[in-house]
C-alpha cells in the first residue's frame, strides 16, 4: 500500500512541476512607495469595475503604507503582509494627514452580503503622520453587510479610539486570532469608546451568527473587548487571552445562549467600576446588580426565540434557561494593590461621584451558575483570584510616565472622568510617538514583550488545555499549535478543502489554510520532490469540523520546490510550496 501511495505522490509531483511556480493571478503585490494604499486598492479593478485582485499582499517593512480615504470593499478580499522572516516585524498602514489638516477616520469598510474577508500580518495604526490621533472616530474596520465572514489573524491594532472592528450587518462571522491591541483609549469625555468589537446598533438590534476571540492581548483598551449590547449571538468564543487595564466592563453581552470565557488573564479589568448612575442602568444589564467581569442575564423572548427556537413566555421563561450552555472556566483576575487602594481612597473622600468595585461575578451570575435546577448546562469552575507575576511596567501604567509613555496614567485619568473635569488627557501603556523620518515606523518588538512573560508558575500550565493561561504568543512567538479555530457551530464548512500558501514563495515561513466538513483523524506533512516527508504538522490528530490556518516553518531544509498534503479518511488534497532562501 506504501508503494501505490508514494507512485500516486510522485505522480501528483511531476504533474506540478510542469505548472509553473509564481504567485497566483489574484495577487497583487503591493509596496509602500508610490501611491497611497488606498489609490492601489480603489484603482484595481477591470475595464467593467470588478476587481482586478482579490488578494494584496503587502511586502514593505522598511516604511508605512498610507491611506487619505476609506477603502470600501463589495467583493471577497484578502489583505496579507510578509513578516519579517527573523523578528516577525509587520508591514504597517498608518493615516495621511489630508489638506484640511483632518485625518481620516476608518480604514476599511467591507460590504456585499455573504463576502469573507481576511487581514493577517498587519500593524495597523491609528496615530497619523503627523503623530495625532483621531479621537472618538478613529477605526480601523467596519462591516456594513450581512452574513459577512471576517477573520483577522497576528494583526496589531493601535489607537483606534472609537473601534478597532465596528459591525452594522446581521448574521456576522468574526474569527480574531493572535491580535494585539494597544492604547485604544480615548479622551475623558469619550469613556465609552475605544473597543475592540462593537454592534453599532446600541441596543443590539443587530443578530450576530458567530463571535471566536482567540489568543490576542487587550492592554489599555479603554471600554468593551466585545460589545453586541444585549443582542443576539449564535456562538461566543473568548478564550486565552489577556484583558489588561479596561475602564469599562470587558463584555457587553448577557444574554448569551452557547459560549465560553476560558483560560483567559483579566488584569485591572473594569478599573472605573460603575458609579450611582450606571449602577441602575446600561452597564449592569440588569439594574443594580453591581459591575463584574462576567456578568450574565435571564432571556427576553425574542432572544429565546431567535436562538433556541423557543417560544418563550418572557423573560427568565425556565423552558428557554434550562437549554443555555456557558462554560467559564480556569480564568485568573486580579486587581492590583495601587488600583484597589485607590478605589478604597476614592470612596472614603465621599466623592458625589463614588463607585462600585467589580467583581469577577456579580450575584446575579452567581446565582446563575449555581442554580442547576434552572441552569444545568451553566459551569464555572477553576477560576482563580491571583497576581501573574506581570513585569513592573505593566502594573506600571497606573501612573504617569515620563515622556508621556503612559500617558497621564490610569488613576489620574480616573479622576478626570469621575469629577468630569477632564479635557484631552489619555492613559496607555508606552505610546507610540510617529517619527519624522521618511522611513520611520513603529517600533519591533512591541515594547510589552518582555513584561508580559509572566512569573506566576501555576498560570503557566493552568489553562484547561494544560498550556499557560492569557495570551501564549508572549511566551514562544506563537500560540503554539495550529494558530487557526474551528469555524462554531452554525457555520460549518461543507467542505474538505486546501487552500494556497501565503505567501508563495517564502522564506522561510508560509501559512496554509484548510477546512474539514466533517470530524476526523488529520494529517499534513511536507514532502520534497523525491517523495520524502521533511515536516510532520499535524500527526494523525482527530480535529472537529471547522476552518484552521496553521503555520508552516521549513528554516531547516534549502530551497526549492515542496508539497504540502492534507489528508482526512479518503479525502486528499495537494498544495505546491516554493521555498526560496
Given at each position: 500500500?506504501?508503494?501505490?501511495?508514494?507512485?500516486?505522490?510522485?505522480?501528483?509531483?511531476?504533474?506540478?512541476?510542469?505548472?509553473?511556480?509564481?504567485?497566483?493571478?489574484?495577487?497583487?503585490?503591493?509596496?509602500?512607495?508610490?501611491?497611497?494604499?488606498?489609490?492601489?486598492?480603489?484603482?484595481?479593478?477591470?475595464?467593467?469595475?470588478?476587481?482586478?485582485?482579490?488578494?494584496?499582499?503587502?511586502?514593505?517593512?522598511?516604511?508605512?503604507?498610507?491611506?487619505?480615504?476609506?477603502?470600501?470593499?463589495?467583493?471577497?478580499?484578502?489583505?496579507?503582509?510578509?513578516?519579517?522572516?527573523?523578528?516577525?516585524?509587520?508591514?504597517?498602514?498608518q493615516p495621511d494627514v489630508l489638506?484640511?489638516?483632518?485625518?481620516?477616520?476608518?480604514?476599511?469598510?467591507?460590504?456585499?452580503?455573504?463576502?469573507?474577508?481576511?487581514?493577517?500580518?498587519?500593524?495597523?495604526?491609528?496615530?497619523?503622520?503627523?503623530?495625532?490621533?483621531?479621537?472618538?472616530?478613529?477605526?480601523?474596520?467596519?462591516?456594513?453587510?450581512?452574513?459577512?465572514?471576517?477573520?483577522?489573524?497576528?494583526?496589531?491594532?493601535?489607537?483606534?479610539?472609537?473601534?478597532?472592528?465596528?459591525?452594522?450587518?446581521?448574521?456576522?462571522?468574526?474569527?480574531?486570532?493572535?491580535?494585539?491591541?494597544?492604547?485604544?483609549?480615548?479622551?475623558?469625555?469619550?469613556?465609552?469608546?475605544?473597543?475592540?468589537?462593537?454592534?453599532?446598533?446600541?441596543?443590539?438590534?443587530?443578530?450576530?451568527?458567530?463571535?471566536?476571540?482567540?489568543?490576542?492581548?487587550?492592554?489599555?483598551?479603554?471600554?468593551?473587548?466585545?460589545?453586541?449590547?444585549?443582542?443576539?449571538?449564535?456562538?461566543?468564543?473568548?478564550?486565552?487571552?489577556?484583558?489588561?487595564?479596561?475602564?469599562?466592563?470587558?463584555?457587553?453581552?448577557?444574554?448569551?445562549?452557547?459560549?465560553?470565557?476560558?483560560?483567559?488573564?483579566?488584569?485591572?479589568?473594569?478599573?472605573?467600576?460603575?458609579?450611582?448612575?450606571?449602577?441602575?442602568?446600561?452597564?449592569?444589564?440588569?439594574?443594580?446588580?453591581?459591575?463584574?467581569?462576567?456578568?450574565?442575564?435571564?432571556?427576553?423572548?425574542?432572544?429565546?426565540?431567535?436562538?433556541?427556537?423557543?417560544?418563550?413566555?418572557?423573560?427568565?421563561?425556565?423552558?428557554?434557561?434550562?437549554?443555555?450552555?456557558?462554560?467559564?472556566?480556569?480564568?485568573?483576575?486580579?486587581?492590583?494593590?495601587?488600583?484597589?487602594?485607590?478605589?478604597?481612597?476614592?470612596?472614603?473622600?465621599?466623592?458625589?461621584?463614588?463607585?462600585?468595585?467589580?467583581?469577577?461575578?456579580?450575584?446575579?451570575?452567581?446565582?446563575?451558575?449555581?442554580?442547576?435546577?434552572?441552569?444545568?448546562?451553566?459551569?464555572?469552575?477553576?477560576?482563580?483570584?491571583?497576581?501573574?507575576?506581570?513585569?513592573?511596567?505593566?502594573?506600571?501604567?497606573?501612573?504617569?510616565?515620563?515622556?508621556?509613555?503612559?500617558?497621564?496614567?490610569?488613576?489620574?485619568?480616573?479622576?478626570?472622568?469621575r469629577t468630569g473635569t477632564g479635557?484631552?488627557?489619555?492613559?496607555?501603556?508606552?505610546?507610540?510617538?510617529?517619527?519624522?523620518?521618511?522611513?520611520w515606523t513603529p517600533p519591533w518588538?512591541?515594547?510589552?514583550?518582555?513584561?508580559?512573560?509572566?512569573?506566576?508558575?501555576?498560570?503557566?500550565?493552568?489553562?484547561?488545555?494544560?498550556?499557560?493561561?492569557?495570551?501564549?504568543?508572549?511566551?514562544?512567538?506563537?500560540?503554539?499549535?495550529?494558530?487557526?479555530?474551528?469555524?462554531?457551530?452554525?457555520?460549518?464548512?461543507?467542505?474538505?478543502?486546501?487552500?494556497?500558501?501565503?505567501?508563495?514563495?517564502?522564506?522561510?515561513?508560509?501559512?496554509?489554510?484548510?477546512?474539514?466538513?466533517?470530524?476526523?483523524?488529520?494529517?499534513?506533512?511536507?514532502?520534497?520532490?523525491?517523495?520524502?516527508?521533511?515536516?510532520?504538522?499535524?500527526?494523525?490528530?482527530?480535529?472537529?469540523?471547522?476552518?484552521?490556518?496553521?503555520?508552516?516553518?521549513?528554516?531547516?531544509?534549502?530551497?526549492?520546490?515542496?508539497?504540502?498534503?492534507?489528508?482526512?479518511?479518503?479525502?486528499?488534497?495537494?498544495?505546491?510550496?516554493?521555498?526560496?532562501?
Amino acid at each position: 500500500m506504501k508503494q501505490v501511495y508514494t507512485a500516486v505522490l510522485l505522480t501528483a509531483i511531476v504533474v506540478l512541476l510542469l505548472v509553473p511556480c509564481q504567485l497566483p493571478a489574484q495577487t497583487l503585490v503591493v509596496y509602500a512607495s508610490g501611491l497611497t494604499l488606498d489609490q492601489v486598492i480603489l484603482k484595481d479593478t477591470t475595464a467593467n469595475g470588478a476587481r482586478a485582485h482579490n488578494v494584496y499582499q503587502l511586502v514593505s517593512r522598511d516604511t508605512t503604507y498610507i491611506f487619505d480615504a476609506t477603502i470600501t470593499l463589495n467583493s471577497s478580499v484578502s489583505i496579507l503582509g510578509v513578516p519579517d522572516p527573523v523578528t516577525g516585524k509587520l508591514p504597517c498602514i498608518q493615516p495621511d494627514v489630508l489638506g484640511d489638516g483632518s485625518v481620516p477616520g476608518v480604514l476599511f469598510t467591507f460590504t456585499g452580503n455573504g463576502t469573507q474577508y481576511t487581514l493577517k500580518n498587519l500593524y495597523l495604526l491609528g496615530i497619523a503622520v503627523n503623530n495625532t490621533v483621531n479621537y472618538g472616530a478613529g477605526q480601523a474596520i467596519q462591516i456594513s453587510a450581512d452574513s459577512i465572514r471576517l477573520a483577522v489573524d497576528n494583526v496589531v491594532f493601535e489607537q483606534w479610539s472609537q473601534f478597532a472592528i465596528g459591525y452594522s450587518g446581521n448574521w456576522d462571522k468574526f474569527i480574531i486570532t493572535n491580535c494585539k491591541f494597544r492604547n485604544m483609549t480615548t479622551q475623558p469625555n469619550q469613556w465609552y469608546v475605544g473597543e475592540v468589537l462593537r454592534n453599532e446598533n446600541y441596543i443590539g438590534a443587530f443578530k450576530t451568527d458567530s463571535v471566536v476571540i482567540k489568543y490576542n492581548t487587550m492592554l489599555c483598551v479603554s471600554g468593551y473587548a466585545t460589545a453586541a449590547t444585549g443582542g443576539i449571538v449564535k456562538y461566543y468564543e473568548f478564550s486565552h487571552n489577556n484583558v489588561i487595564y479596561t475602564f469599562k466592563n470587558p463584555f457587553f453581552l448577557d444574554r448569551v445562549v452557547n459560549a465560553k470565557f476560558n483560560d483567559n488573564i483579566f488584569y485591572g479589568a473594569f478599573a472605573g467600576g460603575q458609579n450611582k448612575t450606571e449602577y441602575a442602568g446600561w452597564d449592569s444589564f440588569t439594574a443594580n446588580t453591581g459591575p463584574a467581569i462576567i456578568t450574565m442575564g435571564p432571556l427576553d423572548s425574542t432572544t429565546a426565540a431567535d436562538l433556541l427556537g423557543h417560544a418563550s413566555t418572557g423573560a427568565g421563561d425556565p423552558a428557554a434557561e434550562a437549554l443555555r450552555k456557558i462554560e467559564v472556566k480556569n480564568n485568573a483576575y486580579f486587581w492590583p494593590s495601587a488600583l484597589t487602594a485607590y478605589w478604597t481612597a476614592w470612596n472614603d473622600t465621599a466623592h458625589v461621584d463614588s463607585i462600585y468595585t467589580p467583581l469577577f461575578m456579580n450575584a446575579q451570575s452567581t446565582n446563575m451558575f449555581t442554580d442547576k435546577a434552572k441552569w444545568p448546562l451553566l459551569t464555572q469552575t477553576g477560576n482563580l483570584n491571583v497576581d501573574p507575576g506581570f513585569g513592573a511596567t505593566i502594573p506600571g501604567v497606573l501612573n504617569a510616565g515620563a515622556g508621556n509613555v503612559n500617558g497621564v496614567g490610569l488613576l489620574n485619568w480616573f479622576k478626570a472622568v469621575r469629577t468630569g473635569t477632564g479635557t484631552t488627557e489619555t492613559y496607555g501603556y508606552n505610546f507610540t510617538e510617529v517619527g519624522t523620518a521618511a522611513n520611520w515606523t513603529p517600533p519591533w518588538p512591541l515594547p510589552e514583550t518582555q513584561d508580559m512573560k509572566y512569573t506566576n508558575t501555576a498560570l503557566r500550565t493552568g489553562g484547561t488545555d494544560g498550556r499557560a493561561v492569557g495570551d501564549l504568543y508572549w511566551f514562544n512567538g506563537t500560540n503554539g499549535g495550529v494558530t487557526g479555530v474551528q469555524t462554531p457551530e452554525g457555520a460549518i464548512p461543507t467542505e474538505f478543502t486546501l487552500s494556497e500558501a501565503y505567501p508563495n514563495p517564502f522564506n522561510p515561513s508560509t501559512n496554509l489554510n484548510y477546512t474539514l466538513s466533517q470530524s476526523g483523524v488529520v494529517n499534513l506533512k511536507i514532502f520534497n520532490v523525491l517523495g520524502q516527508v521533511v515536516a510532520t504538522v499535524v500527526n494523525n490528530e482527530t480535529q472537529s469540523a471547522g476552518a484552521y490556518t496553521i503555520r508552516i516553518d521549513l528554516t531547516r531544509v534549502t530551497s526549492g520546490m515542496y508539497l504540502a498534503v492534507l489528508e482526512q479518511d479518503h479525502n486528499r488534497s495537494v498544495r505546491k510550496l516554493m521555498l526560496l532562501k
